[in-house]
């Protein structure tokens, strides 16, 4: 290799399958033309340290780039080498020959050299010049040797998914975030901080709460713009005052701070947009509009914003109203409170609240997306939360119909898709169905990190956890402060049996939040599952869900012998809660080795609409009866096989 490539190039590791030496040659003498070093199996001789030393050349690389085609989409070790790099986040997948990547490695975008024939400055040799770049921008920063110009755009969007160059998580950790953007190393990232509420009214909260999310979902909708979520930029305006700390914080490069008046029939948004790295402010406006103009109001804030921070991007390309919306301010208020008593969660009567408002919503405007999607939320939440049996179905259909309603209106809006995977999933125990929906909330909500953990949290139940990575690690790029995405994390690496990966996610959503439900169950079964039952129980004993904790204790204390306090343990449970927990009795009594009684259990799970029961395709606390007839029966009753 030339001694005059830069020290700090990208180190490139090449997987190809044999019958592809020939092209895998070209597309190493392309890059290494561009200044990048490359290691290939070509470098080395066979023999016994051959596999030695890929192992070592493939640790070492910082960008994985696979070469995928009808032979190597079939060998194991492309696959197993794939895998690595996509793992630490650091995979460039190359399709030659017209072939499709195969399972576990299709959501990724691809760059096609399937038509290129050799040359070095190429139009696909640029884009795959760009996307290793930005894959390897974390551990060499902005690398770039002097080569002719080029026209080539290569976006943001697919670097970010392509080279999966956002929040990377190996073992459940964040290491880090590479910021990329259109036409420039960087990502142009921003965090929206709650606005004051100036009224001197402590009930006007939801208003500033909701103007504040609301911008933020219309920013995300900018592909060049990194948004961070509603609940890490709350905790960080918790943590501190100080602007520098919060956009730390959040991982952002700038702040939209704002504060909110209303009094009669007027309202004034102050905003300021602030510099993360020097806590100074940037730019500032107010807007003074009559209540009836608020909707306007906040498409030229957002439009302020993106032309403040985006100004070299087309205005054509600049989100300024929220996709789905309103122009009915009454059905905006309404929805604006519906959505403050929803994320209450604080039981059945803030929930029935939130579907009063978010009914009244769709009623003075039946075309305001978004209040569909979240109508379809709340009668699935109510539905499986507080319905009487005769009830359910009438509520599950309500609950379809809102979801069908806001994708007929808003074909692109991420929250309809999610919102009808939801109910297809929990409401209709159907994950066949719930696939495409989820998938397709997947692509329009990049920018929504409530959308990727929802759609990783399905992932997790069926099996996808290739994919289910992808958007959770997006999740943490966004929501770097909320517990419930690494909880979710810690979750989808439990039913993959990747415990390690597990237990890192689940102490870091631990340390959010130590009273968040279901991570000391979680973390009891990590533990049971290595062995230890005495560490399971401690952690069961801890667990603030009353119906996860005693599931737990009954199956520990029967792991130590302790079988009248596990009976004692689960014959609460069905006291307590009955029907509704056939599903953690099937866990219970399959850890118990009572495998008719276990499948007995499931099958009443499923006949009952149990939602717990789409998890039994992944989860490691039923393998004791999974290879039954009668396991197999319910997975074909639920359409996984």
């Not at 036409?183 to 103007?211: C, K, M």
Request: proline letters at 3%.
């Amino acid at each position: 290799m030339s001694e005059e490539r830069p020290p700090h190039a990208p180190y490139v590791f090449l997987s190809y399958a044999r019958a592809d030496r020939t092209k895998a040659r070209a597309i190493v003498s392309a890059l290494e033309a561009q200044g990048l070093r490359i290691w290939w199996d070509g470098l080395v001789e066979g023999g016994h340290e051959f596999a030695d030393k890929i192992e070592e050349a493939l640790n070492s690389a910082d960008v994985v780039v696979v070469l995928w085609s009808p032979a190597s989409v079939h060998s194991h070790w492309v696959r197993d080498e794939a895998a690595a790099g996509r793992d630490r986040g650091r995979m460039v997948p190359v399709t030659i020959g017209g072939a499709e990547p195969p399972l576990g490695f299709r959501q990724i975008h691809h760059i096609d050299l399937t038509r290129w024939r050799g040359a070095r400055g190429s139009r696909e040799i640029e884009q795959l010049y760009r996307a290793i770049c930005a894959a390897s921008a974390e551990e060499h920063g902005d690398f770039r040797q002097p080569r002719r110009a080029s026209s080539i755009e290569f976006s943001r969007r697919n670097i970010m998914v392509g080279a999966a160059a956002g929040v990377v998580l190996v073992g459940g950790a964040i290491l880090g975030f590479s910021k990329l953007g259109r036409g420039s190393s960087r990502e142009t990232s921003i965090g929206v901080i709650p606005f004051r509420n100036l009224s001197g009214d402590s009930a006007e909260q939801y208003f500033s709460d909701g103007i504040a999310e609301e911008l933020r979902a219309t920013l995300s909708q900018n592909s060049d713009l990194a948004v961070a979520a509603e609940t890490s930029s709350e905790a960080a305006e918790k943590r501190s005052s100080e602007p520098r700390a919060i956009a730390s914080a959040l991982h952002v490069d700038f702040l939209l701070e704002g504060s909110i008046r209303r009094e009669a029939n007027m309202v004034r948004i102050a905003t300021q947009i602030v510099d993360g790295s020097t806590g100074y402010d940037k730019w500032s406006q107010t807007f003074d509009r009559k209540l009836d103009d608020i909707l306007a109001a906040q498409s030229e804030i957002a439009a302020f914003v993106t032309d403040a921070l985006l100004s070299g991007i087309a205005a054509a390309k600049r989100p300024r109203d929220r996709l789905g919306g309103t122009r009915n301010n009454q059905a905006f208020d309404a929805y604006l409170r519906g959505m403050a008593l929803y994320k209450l969660a604080a039981g059945e009567d803030s929930d029935f609240a939130a579907l009063k408002q978010f009914q009244r919503a769709v009623t003075l405007d039946p075309n305001y997306a978004v209040a569909q999607a979240a109508l379809s939320r709340a009668y699935t939440v109510i539905a499986n939360g507080y319905a009487k049996a005769r009830e359910v179905k009438a509520y599950h259909q309500k609950a379809v119909d809102a979801a069908h309603a806001a994708i007929r209106v808003a074909p692109r809006l991420a929250d309809g898709y999610s919102a009808l995977g939801f109910v297809l999933l929990n409401g209709e125990l159907d994950p066949g169905g719930a696939a495409a929906a989820y998938q397709r909330s997947s692509e329009l909500g990049y920018g929504n990190a409530d959308i990727l953990a929802s759609y990783a949290s399905f992932a997790a139940r069926t099996g996808r956890f290739p994919e289910g990575r992808v958007a959770i690690a997006r999740a943490q790029r966004l929501d770097p402060l909320n517990p419930t995405v690494f909880r979710t994390a810690g979750l989808l690496e439990l039913d993959a049996r990747q415990y390690d990966a597990a237990l890192t996610a689940l102490h870091t959503a631990l340390s959010l939040n130590p009273n968040a439900n279901t991570i000391h169950l979680a973390l009891g079964d990590i533990a049971l599952l290595n062995g230890d039952a005495n560490a399971a129980l401690d952690q069961y004993r801890k667990e603030p869900d009353t119906v996860g904790r005693l599931r737990g204790l009954a199956i520990a204390y029967n792991k130590l012998g302790q079988h009248e306090k596990a009976q004692a343990s689960m014959n609460e449970l069905k006291a307590k809660y009955g029907d509704i927990t056939y599903y953690q009795q099937a866990q219970v009594l399959a850890q118990w080795g009572e495998t008719d009684e276990a499948l007995t259990c499931l099958e009443k799970a499923v006949a009952s609409s149990d939602a717990g029961v789409v998890r039994s395709k992944s989860d490691p606390l039923l393998d004791p009866i999974r290879k039954t007839v009668r396991f197999a029966a319910v997975e074909r009753n639920l359409g996984y096989i």
